[in-house]
């Protein structure tokens, strides 16, 4: 197996499940291009092995993930020329400059990466605790099937703290419907897992303390089922769901991203390509807490 630095890859049961974790828990599990890019090698790990049934997408520490790394150390140095800087920033648009730039590495990097991973030959469960926040839900949102403890809230925060029109992988009106989106998005709130699993996007909530072990008995559950069956019954509502719309949505929102992207970056003297407290949100690092949405409250702590 490859020795990974930010993923751990666990097979459990003789190798019918495999367990892919993300593993920067200092980090909030923050998706830095090096954690990118050992998921996707280790989910397609995972994809060629036959004896694997069934593909876990958990997170180690605290939180499944805080959504992308906005400038740990480790992205600076991986963004930077250099001998600490990661292959990919020279390839796939990295030495175009621009909004080409931005435009090509997003589109390999967080999302087409998140499409394929959600067609993903094999059933994938996400396994989600604490706080997910932004690009979490992006790689909650390509698992078939999500599961979570009872303690686990989900928010979209790059509207009300970035000036961004949502992640890349813009799944929320499929996933919440979209007045629901549209206020999470405006707000910055959170979901908590009850309402979430009453919209559906949540396939089960388990008690605090027992996520992983009923996650494995759950994926037990699955991986039981006929592969060629349970290939097709993923295949059959991914497609009607493309059907519906979906993929050519995903391909829409995408490109209004990067729209969004150049227009920050096109009034700043800095090129800087996300809104900063002179355009009128609050810095990130220091804004108000995210609290959850409550429908009686304009906002939860008032």
Request: glycine letters at 8%; one cysteine or more; charged letters at 25%.
């Amino acid at each position: 197996m490859p020795d990974y630095q930010y993923v751990r890859y666990e097979p459990v049961d003789d190798g019918r499940i495999v367990r892919v974790m993300l593993n920067r828990p200092e980090a909030r599990n923050a998706q830095n291009r090096g954690l990118l890019v050992e998921l996707h090698d280790a989910l397609l790990q995972a994809e060629a092995d036959d004896e694997v049934r069934v593909v876990i997408l958990g997170g180690v520490g605290p939180m499944f993930s805080s959504g992308h790394d906005m400038g740990s150390k480790v992205s600076l140095e991986e963004a930077t020329p250099g001998p600490a800087q990661h292959p990919t920033r020279a390839i796939n648009g990295g030495t175009r400059v621009g909004a080409e730039n931005i435009m090509l590495q997003e589109w390999h990097y967080f999302f087409e990466n998140t499409r394929r991973w959600r067609n993903l030959r094999k059933i994938m469960i996400g396994q989600a605790h604490g706080d997910v926040y932004a690009a979490g839900l992006m790689l909650l949102w390509a698992c078939d099937l999500i599961v979570c403890d009872e303690s686990t809230r989900f928010a979209d925060v790059v509207g009300s703290r970035l000036g961004m029109c949502g992640v890349e992988y813009f799944a929320h009106p499929w996933e919440f419907g979209p007045r629901k989106a549209k206020e999470l998005l405006l707000t910055g709130d959170a979901l908590d897992a009850d309402e979430a699993h009453r919209l559906g996007m949540i396939s089960k909530v388990f008690k605090n303390g027992e996520l992983e072990e009923r996650t494995v008995e759950f994926a037990r559950r699955i991986a039981s089922v006929p592969t060629m069956t349970s290939l097709l019954i993923k295949e059959s509502v991914n497609q009607s769901v493309d059907n519906m719309g979906f993929y050519n949505a995903l391909n829409a929102c995408f490109t209004l991203h990067e729209l969004n992207h150049s227009h920050w970056a096109q009034i700043h003297d800095n090129k800087y390509p996300v809104a900063l407290e002179e355009d009128g949100v609050p810095n990130w690092k220091t804004a108000p807490a995210i609290v959850n949405a409550e429908k009686d409250k304009v906002r939860a702590d008032q």
